[in-house]
């Protein structure tokens, strides 16, 4: 059983960052000319960025990360009129050509504004067109990956929620179908709600361990966590942080609970099922390098270059 250790967007451990931004008020402050001279900057600095990221996380054995969902500012405005992928297709083979050289796994967690169930037609388009966009993003980088939504809105109770959802995934190209996985969150849609929805799809489903451990009904991770991992054709993936604190359950923390961390292994070791962890904490890389030494210290887990072996 081999767990690989990853964290999301920006490592903390150095100054690199590939999430510099550019406002739409001061896109248009700027002129034209000006406008897309500063969105051209933005962009190919964040690309310079991504690339050191990456070049950091191969020294280090990460081989599982996050990219940010803004590296292209502006991407999906409709009113910003621009070519984002043609003429930084150098830019982007770079970027492919490094993560699969290496044999990294990426992906990304388009924002909340995001939602494909929404009752508003307008915020239902702009979801497509992002999800259209970042499917673009990475045909130009030559890799295959995934997009992990939440099901959204529960306007109108969760049966219509996630009747909605379905009605819009339906509407989606194949090919953009695939790319799709969902996530249980912390507040409407369980580990039930999404398994199930999953399963009807026929795609994969992220559980979130910390939203399952705040939005159950006496469900134990043990009675789901094979069908959850049985929904995947690829290497599952999950999602764990821990809470900031008592009164702040739903916020991150800094770092990772290990022994919660060793809790869940033990729990679901029984799989003997190969997975990829992405490490949601504050402290990103930093939080990832702190629960493999404590990892070391409290167990007798093989670890090799940032990755578990039970």
């Given amino acids: 059983m081999k767990i690989r250790l990853g964290y999301a967007c920006v490592p903390v451990t150095i100054n690199e960052t590939s999430s510099h931004s550019l406002t739409y008020t001061n896109y248009k402050k700027l002129g034209f000319v000006k406008a897309r001279e500063k969105l051209d900057s933005i962009i190919k600095e964040n690309f310079k960025g991504l690339e ?48 699969k050289d290496n044999k990294l796994r990426v ?17 239902v388009t702009s979801t497509i067109n992002i999800l259209k966009n970042y499917q673009k993003m990475y045909e130009y980088m030559g890799i295959d990956s995934i997009l992990v939504l939440h099901i959204g809105s529960k306007f109108g109770g969760k049966k219509e929620s996630i009747k909605r959802f379905i009605n819009n995934f339906n509407k989606l ?4 179908q695939k790319l799709i996985t969902i996530e249980n969150d912390d507040k409407s849609f369980n580990i039930r709600n ?3 929805l999953c399963e009807k799809l026929q795609i994969p489903m992220v559980l979130d361990y910390h939203h399952f451990k705040i939005n159950k009904n006496n ?17 599952p993936k999950i999602h764990f942080s821990s809470p900031k604190d008592k009164k702040n359950k739903r916020s991150h923390n800094d770092y990772i609970d290990s022994d ?4 869940f292994l033990e729990k679901i070791k029984f799989t003997n099922k190969d997975f990829d962890v992405m490490i949601e904490a504050k402290k990103k890389d930093e939080a990832l390098f702190r629960l493999i030494r404590e990892l070391k210290y409290k167990t007798n887990y093989k670890i090799e270059k940032n990755t578990i072996f039970l």
């Fill in 52 to 99: 050191n990221i990456l070049k950091y996380n191969i020294k280090n054995d990460i081989y599982f990360f996050r990219m940010t969902s803004s590296l292209l500012p502006l991407l999906s405005h409709p009113d910003v009129t621009y070519d984002f992928f043609n003429q930084y297709k150098d830019y982007y083979k770079k970027i492919g050509n490094l993560i």
């Fill in 107 to 123: 992906d990304m967690h388009p924002s909340a504004y995001t939602v494909l169930n929404s009752t508003n037609e307008d915020v």
């Fill in 173 to 176: 190209d194949k090919s953009l």
């Fill in 194 to 196: 999404v398994l199930s």
């Fill in 219 to 235: 469900e134990k991770i043990e009675d789901y966590i094979e069908r959850i991992f049985n929904t995947w054709k690829t290497l």
């Fill in 260 to 263: 919660d961390f060793i809790d």
